[in-house]
């Protein structure tokens, strides 16, 4: 058995003592799983899931995970939410199967890492493992009637479009990707067919649709594509971000905008903005004035940990700064007075 599965190493590796459930599971069982075929959220047919090799031991290594490694930037084991990696899916890392080390019952969840969650496969580990043994492999999937790599490279084109200055040559290119698009959207497969990788495909097409719509000054159109991005596969913390903006700037829609931020499980510091800003524009002072010192708490803290030796306070006083002058913007753009405003922040 390779250490890294030896009980003792994992509970010192990810700081959590272990369930005897699970040690069990370790010291008796997983080394002859290998590779099976499970069902899990998201895909209509079995997927492999691999109990050994490279991929899964990555997540074990002494010091952490490398840079662009998703324990590394997007997830957190181990710890207070006792999530230690179980299985990969195929033979990368991006989305992996863990356990609740701590728990008796060991609840099994797939972690999803284009929308940054764990969603749950079963309520025990029994019950999972039970699942593996009468889970066939699944059926060769159809091929794709449309090249992906195509989709790909238009919506980098979008979106690159979309951050340039605006100009005829500018406008003419999105309108050429636009027209390019809608045809490959139509023929797109189901996400179920597809490998993880190749089914954040649709999201991303209809995300890059979306911000070239609202480069082009259409918001409504904009907004529908954009609202379809997560449902797709975008990283639900990209999409609904540019869906507040909208709705905030173009579209003038506060009301709309509490209620997409409200109804996100924690928005990130430029979402919480906008959600800030929406208060403002309907005098909710005091509710605005805690989401702006959300927002700069996070951001400095966010910077802290790039930048251990940062200075805090300075740190605070530039993203207060920065705040300020979205505030005064945003102001005038509704020819409002921003005093009361600017008295909100921290």
């Given amino acids: 058995m390779s250490r890294y599965f030896d009980p003792s190493y994992v509970s010192d590796r990810f700081a959590l003592p272990l369930a005897d459930r699970y040690r069990r599971f370790l010291t008796d069982e997983r080394a002859g799983l290998g590779r099976r075929f499970a069902i899990l959220p998201s895909y209509r047919g079995a997927m492999p899931v691999c109990f050994e090799g490279r991929a899964l031991e990555s997540f074990f290594h002494d010091g952490g995970a490398g840079p662009g490694h998703p324990s590394a930037a997007e997830v957190e084991l181990g710890g207070a939410g006792g999530w230690v990696p179980l299985a990969t899916i195929g033979d990368d890392e991006p989305q992996f199967l863990a356990v609740r080390a701590g728990e008796p019952a060991c609840p099994v969840a797939m972690w999803e890492h284009e929308t940054g969650e764990f969603v749950r496969c079963a309520a025990t580990l029994d019950a999972f493992l039970a699942g593996l043994a009468t889970t066939a492999r699944a059926a060769r999937p159809p091929r794709s009637p449309v090249k992906l790599s195509k989709v790909r490279a238009v919506t980098d084109e979008l979106q690159g479009l979309s951050k340039a200055a605006p100009s005829p040559a500018r ?68 999409a609904p971000q540019v869906v507040v903006e909208l709705l905030l700037i173009e579209l003038d829609r506060p009301a709309r905008v509490i209620e997409q931020c409200e109804a996100h499980p924690d928005p990130l510091p ?33 910077t802290l940990r790039l930048k251990p030796t940062a200075d805090a306070a300075a740190e605070r006083a530039r993203r207060a700064a920065d705040l300020a002058q979205a505030v005064s913007a945003y102001a005038e753009r509704h020819q409002l007075d921003a005093r009361a405003w600017l008295a909100c922040l921290p």
């Fill in 270 to 302: 430029l979402m919480r903005r906008s959600w800030a800003l929406a208060l403002l524009r309907l005098g909710r002072l005091d509710e605005a004035a805690a989401q702006l010192a959300v927002v700069i708490e996070r951001q400095v803290a966010a």
């Fill in 171 to 238: 406008t003419a290119g999105l309108e050429a990707g636009l027209a390019a698009l809608e045809p490959m959207l139509a023929a797109m497969p189901p996400t179920w067919t597809m490998t993880p990788d190749d089914a954040t495909v649709p999201g991303l097409a209809h995300y890059a649709r979306g911000v070239a719509l609202r480069a082009l000054g259409r918001p409504e159109e904009a907004l529908a594509a954009l609202e379809r991005a997560p449902i797709d596969g975008v990283a639900k913390n990209v």
